[in-house]
């Protein structure tokens, strides 16, 4: 089947600095990737939607200069969590679409923000 | 616009009992239908979909129906197992490529031995 990677799995940082997380198809090309924000015992809420190729469309109410999101191939996304605070600490998680509709979800990413 | 909306857990079952998560749907055109479950610490995992009215979708002895009359895709399962504690979402998609996912709150499920 799809899968799709996230890289780090956790990630623990302080205040100010920047965070680069990472999502991978490995096994298929990707046309739109999506990036969903987690807190704890709540729903997915979707972040933005990133095609390769061209700038992610943010969902209203996401910074989109807070939250960059580059996709740079049909297999690899981006997203950089710029001068992040403890307000941003959540577990993010990507999924890719191989085609159609249906998506396959990373393992996610925890981001402690100290 | 479009929504999911699911019973509100937690469900605390004890093992061998029958599961049932209510879902419904508000959506404009013909959506799909899915479940997700996702374990602590883990993403999101597929658990069964559906893409029309009256399909079934089924997996580790799960099932959901997609009833459009209802406008919903209820989660049951006969036999509860403590690994099945985790949390599952109800999530619909309007069968639009590159359109995102809009899921339910999630409901809890915590089965006891």
Redesign the interface.
Same mark, same amino acid.
């Given at each position: 089947g799809a899968v799709v990677s996230?890289h780090p799995s956790w990630v623990i940082c302080k205040s100010g600095t920047s965070v680069k997380i990472e999502c991978r198809s490995l096994d298929f090309q990707a046309?739109?990737m999506?990036w969903y924000r987690q807190f704890p015992?709540?729903?997915?809420m979707?972040m933005a939607?990133s095609?390769e190729g061209s700038k992610a469309t943010y969902e209203q109410g996401v910074e989109k200069d807070k939250f960059l999101i580059n996709h740079a191939s049909l297999t690899l996304s981006t997203l950089t969590v710029t001068s992040a605070h403890p307000e941003d600490s959540s577990f993010y998680?990507c999924?890719a679409?191989l085609?159609?509709?249906?998506?396959?979800?990373?393992?996610?990413t925890?981001l402690t923000v100290l | 616009g479009d929504s999911v909306t699911q019973m509100e857990g937690p469900v605390t079952l004890s093992e061998e009992a029958f599961l049932t998560i209510n879902c419904t749907y508000t959506a404009t055109g013909y959506p799909?239908l899915f479940w997700?479950v996702q374990y602590p610490?883990? @993403?999101?995992? !597929?658990l069964l979909?559906a893409t029309k009215a009256d399909d079934k979708g089924s997996n580790k002895g799960f099932e959901a129906t997609y009833r459009k009359e209802t406008t919903s895709f209820h989660l049951e399962k006969g036999s509860v197992q403590v690994s099945d504690s985790a949390v599952y979402?109800c999530a619909l998609?309007?069968?639009?490529? @590159?359109?995102? !996912?809009i899921?339910?709150?999630?409901t809890?499920l915590s089965v006891s031995s």
């Open positions: 996230q046309t739109t999506f015992k709540q729903s997915l979707l939607t095609n998680i999924s679409t085609s159609g509709y249906e998506q396959f979800f990373g393992p996610g925890r | 799909s997700y610490g883990e @993403g999101l995992q !597929l979909k979402f998609t309007l069968n639009q490529a @590159g359109t995102a !996912l899921f339910g709150k999630g809890t």
